[in-house]
């Protein structure tokens, strides 16, 4: 079935370090890709998203690039700052399946 | 962008009574809303998905009489958790998926704040 596959955490770096967090799919058909941020005691938001191919998501300085090629959409952003300390979720929604299948969650912390 | 929201966003009751949580879209229309439940330190795990009018479609393993959901309207779903005990601690998160009529897998779920759940 559809699946997402995470990097394990937690990653621990300091501020304005380089990030990666990798992310890969097993899907039939063509998924949407999407990649939340979850902050300590809140819910799910949002952090970008990629309809197709080749499509690159990004918001407040992360970045993901649907890649078809090698079923990735590895989120990255080049200097992380104390507030990007959250859980990462890496998900997608295939046109068989209506609900939303997510990766385990990448934990970060970053130190000043 | 669309705001779902949750009530309560904490509840603590003792063991054997029922707790309803509600999920509300507050400026669109859901005609679908999901819930999640989730472990601490882990990933969200589907519970059922909802279609406003109809029954909810529960995932392999969720006791449907435990968890009871009903999407009576198309801004609003509930869960009750019924007759709850310690293990059903954990975190609850509803999702809804705004209605866009024709391409509904490019649609996003927009997530609730979760409603954390304490079973004495």
């Known amino acids: 079935g559809d699946s997402v596959t995470q990097m394990e955490g937690p990653v621990t770096l300091s501020e304005e370090a380089f990030l990666t967090i990798n992310c890969t799919y097993t899907?039939?058909?063509?998924?949407?890709l999407f990649w939340y941020v979850q902050y300590p005691g809140e819910g799910l938001q949002l952090l970008l998203k990629?309809?197709?191919?080749?499509d690159k998501g990004s918001n407040k300085g992360f970045e993901a690039t649907y890649r078809k090629e090698t079923t990735s959409f590895h989120l990255e952003k080049g200097s992380v700052q104390v507030s990007d300390s959250a859980v990462y979720f890496c998900?997608?929604?295939?046109?068989?399946?209506?609900?939303?299948?997510f990766g385990a969650g990448t934990r970060l912390t970053v130190k000043p | 962008g669309a705001v779902v929201s949750q009530h309560p966003s904490w509840v603590i009751c003792k063991s054997g009574t029922s707790v309803k949580i509600e999920c509300r879209s507050l400026?669109?229309?859901?005609?679908?809303m999901f819930w999640y439940r989730q472990f601490p330190k882990q990933s969200l795990m589907l519970m059922a998905t909802s279609n406003e009018g109809s029954k909810a479609t529960y995932e392999q393993g969720v006791e449907k009489d435990k968890f009871l959901i009903n999407h009576a309207s198309l801004t609003l779903s509930t869960l009750t958790v019924t007759s709850a005990h310690p293990e059903d601690s954990s975190f609850y998160i509803c999702?809804?998926?705004?209605?866009?009529?024709?391409?509904?897998?490019?649609?996003?779920?927009?997530f609730g704040p979760g409603t954390r759940l304490t079973v004495l």
């Open positions: 999702s809804a998926r705004d209605f866009a009529g024709v391409d509904l897998f490019y649609n996003e779920q927009f």
């Open positions: 400026d669109f229309q859901a005609t679908t």
């Open positions: 998900a997608l929604i295939t046109y068989n399946n209506n609900d939303m299948r």
């Open positions: 899907a039939t058909g063509y998924p949407s």
């Open positions: 990629a309809t197709k191919a080749d």
